[in-house]
């Protein structure tokens, strides 16, 4: 069931293992989208940047979405039709219920090349 406060649609992608490489022979990193979600998406405030960053230092963004085992730190939420990414640092189980999932994540924007490398 969607909340009212979720109110951005965002892609829950997973790393896949790929043995594929590019033309620098670097090898590349695919995702693949295994759920959609309603979420809420803000910046981390003030108040929270100062623990967040104790153990991400480059936590940019919290995510909030109804529970799902799926969002872990091999993870990340896309949003839909734009190259925006925001690459899972860690993830809360908030009351311990599976009800909620609060994941630490940082923005990240992707172009040319960047794309199948990041």
């Known amino acids: 069931m969607r909340r009212r406060s979720y109110r951005t649609r965002l892609e829950l992608q997973v790393l896949q293992a790929s043995t594929a490489c590019d033309a620098r022979g670097h090898s590349q990193r695919q995702f693949a989208t295994v759920e959609r ?3 809420s998406v803000a910046q981390i405030d003030a108040d929270e940047v100062l623990l967040a960053r104790e153990r991400f230092p480059e936590a940019t963004h919290r995510v909030e979405h109804d529970y799902t085992t799926r969002a872990h730190a091999r993870a990340r939420y896309k949003f ?3 190259e925006r990414y925001l690459p899972i640092l860690g993830v809360d189980d908030v009351d311990h219920r599976g009800r909620t999932t609060v994941a630490i994540c940082r ?10 490398t990041a």
Do not use: L, R
């Open 80 to 82: 839909p039709n734009i």
């Open 107 to 116: 923005e990240e924007q992707s172009t040319g090349y960047a794309a199948s």
């Open 37 to 39: 979600v309603w979420a």
